[in-house]
Structure formats: structure tokens, C-alpha cells
């Protein structure tokens, strides 16, 4: 098992430009999580997976992020237009989803994105 | 709506005593779940412990334990005998039963001094 995989590690981008962040979640688990993290706002919700059907995207940005998961191996969060101020550390995580909402995230290694 | 509190923002203890971290979080639910997770200095986040809102008793694992006061809606993390390798960045999170996100508090950084 090699856990939630998350490529490139380091992404640099003018601004401007586009941004796609990928993301591989541990086989079997049926819910992903993306976040955001900068040293001001901590870990930022952003939007969440079930089944590979989007649920609750109310963290993300309105204009320029879209996260999509195609196939239950893997999801994308792509930034157009990319600004200094999405300058951070974007982390996927996935869990098993039961019934009730207890079950631990497991967390990749995150995406660093810098927009010079 | 959800949120979650760290108040402390850095604590420095010594080797192999025992440390306390605080959390506190507002909900309209009467059936959640906390967290505590641990980001080290290479970036990755692991689950520590979690504390079922229904539970009366306080979840232990290792040397991990949790003070879990309902009324006062707090979950501190207890750490006892702690170690250098323990020095990391402590974060609370909440989830309501049946809900979707996860809500984590800005973390609190502990430093483990020998």
C-alpha cells in the first residue's frame, strides 16, 4: 500500500498561468479530500469526494478552481489563472466511508505550489 | 457552523514528561467525532487518536490519551513520556456524524526539548 500519492511534489507556475495538481488515493477508499494549507489560514477545506461524486466543494474558491475525480483512482485540482495568493501546500487525502463519519484520513504528502 | 480552536500556538517541554495540548470547538450537532493529527517536520499528516462524542470514556492509544470534557466542548491531547521524536505540529479536527468536511484548528507546534 503505498498510500495517497500526490504529484509533482513542487509545482512553479508564473502568474497567470494554469496549475493541475493530481491525486492518487489509497485502492478501496471511496472518499477524497482536498486542502489547502498556508501558515495564515492552517488546513482549509476545499472539497470532498464520495464514490468519485462530488459533494460538498463549499471551500473552494468560486472563479478559477475546479477539482474533478474521473475514475475512483484518481482526482485532479486544477487552478486557472494562477495567483501569488494560491501560493500553498495542496494536500489529498482519502478514507474509507462507512456509514457514520469516524473513519481517519490518510493524507498524502501534498503538492507545493509556488506562483511567482 | 463548525469551528475548531488551538489557542496554543507553540509549547516547549522536556524529554519524557508529560504535556497537555488544548482544543476547543463549537457545534449545533449532538453526535460528532474528533480528531488529533500530527504533522511532522517532513510534512506528512498522521492520524493520532480519535474520540467518539457519544463516549463517555476517554480514548487512549500508546501514549496518546485524550481529556474529553463534552460540557465545556474540549479535547485536549495528552502526551506522556515524551519524546524527542514527538516534536511536531499537533492539529484538533471535528466531523459531524453524516457530514462531509473535516474542520482542523491551526495546530499547535510542540517542541520536545532533551
Known amino acids: 500500500n503505498a498510500g495517497v500519492i500526490q504529484t509533482p511534489r513542487h509545482k512553479v507556475t508564473g502568474k497567470g498561468q494554469e496549475a493541475t495538481l493530481w491525486c492518487e488515493p489509497i485502492s478501496g477508499h471511496s472518499a477524497v479530500f482536498w486542502y489547502r494549507q498556508t501558515i495564515v489560514q492552517g488546513l482549509e477545506f476545499l472539497t470532498y469526494?464520495?464514490?468519485?461524486?462530488?459533494?460538498?466543494d463549499s471551500g473552494m474558491p468560486k472563479e478559477r478552481f475546479s477539482a474533478q475525480m474521473p475514475n475512483q483512482s484518481h482526482s485532479t485540482l486544477k487552478i486557472q489563472s494562477t495567483q501569488p495568493q494560491d501560493s500553498a501546500v495542496y494536500l489529498c487525502?482519502?478514507?474509507?466511508?462507512?456509514?457514520?463519519?469516524?473513519?481517519?484520513?490518510?493524507f498524502g504528502h501534498g503538492t507545493k505550489l509556488s506562483v511567482l | 457552523a463548525q469551528k475548531v480552536t488551538q489557542t496554543q500556538t507553540s509549547i516547549s517541554v522536556m524529554e519524557k514528561t508529560t504535556v497537555t495540548m488544548d482544543c476547543v470547538y463549537e457545534t449545533q450537532d449532538s453526535s460528532y467525532f474528533l480528531f488529533w493529527y500530527k504533522q511532522t517536520a517532513s510534512g506528512e499528516i498522521v492520524f493520532l487518536i480519535r474520540?467518539?462524542?457519544?463516549?463517555?470514556e476517554n480514548a487512549t492509544v500508546g501514549h496518546y490519551s485524550l481529556n474529553f470534557q463534552k460540557p465545556k466542548s474540549s479535547i485536549g491531547l495528552i502526551i506522556t513520556a515524551t519524546q524527542i521524536e514527538d516534536s511536531a505540529v499537533y492539529f484538533c479536527a471535528m466531523r459531524y456524524t453524516n457530514a462531509y468536511k473535516v474542520i482542523f484548528g491551526k495546530g499547535t507546534h510542540l517542541h520536545v526539548l532533551p
Open positions: 487525502a482519502s478514507s474509507l466511508e462507512q456509514q457514520i463519519s469516524n473513519e481517519r484520513l490518510f
Open positions: 469526494f464520495r464514490n468519485q461524486a462530488p459533494i460538498d
Open positions: 474520540q467518539d462524542s457519544y463516549k463517555k
